[in-house]
Nanobody, 116 residues
Framework: VPVVESGGGLVQPGGSLRLSCATSGFTIDAYEMSWYRQAPGQGREFLAS???????LYADSVQGRFTISRDNAANTVYLQMDSLKPEDTAVYFCRALHWTNGVTYWGRGTQVTVSS
């Protein structure tokens, strides 16, 4: 499986989690690496990604609370999530989109539940 997310779980409001997106079979610097999430009954929502110039972009809903990072040597992307809220409850997905040929990989997701 080219992309595998991990690190989800149950956390109390205000808590933190760090998600990992481990890749295999390709190098992440050739891809736009992004995080998305999907809550029950809703569409998939963009959260964060790196631009071609290595600038991190964030959705307004997570700006200041979530941080995307990556380890090119390990071909892994992370999403540090702080100050979690119940509305952050969703399945979180990692996406790899090749910069030039459009090849796209999605992981199967990892569940994050924020509840007291």
């Amino acid at each position: 499986v080219p992309v595998v997310e991990s690190g989800g779980g149950l956390v109390q409001p205000g808590g933190s989690l760090r998600l990992s997106c481990a890749t295999s079979g390709f190098t992440i610097d050739a891809y736009e690496m992004s995080w998305y999430r999907q809550a029950p009954g809703q569409g998939r929502e963009f959260l964060a990604s790196f631009t071609a110039t290595d600038i991190a972009l964030y959705a307004d809903s997570v700006q200041g609370r979530f941080t995307i990072s990556r380890d090119n040597a390990a071909n892994t992307v992370y999403l540090q999530m702080d100050s979690l809220k119940p509305e952050d409850t969703a399945v979180y997905f990692c996406r790899a989109l090749h910069w030039t040929n459009g090849v796209t990989y999605w992981g199967r997701g990892t569940q994050v539940t924020v509840s007291s």
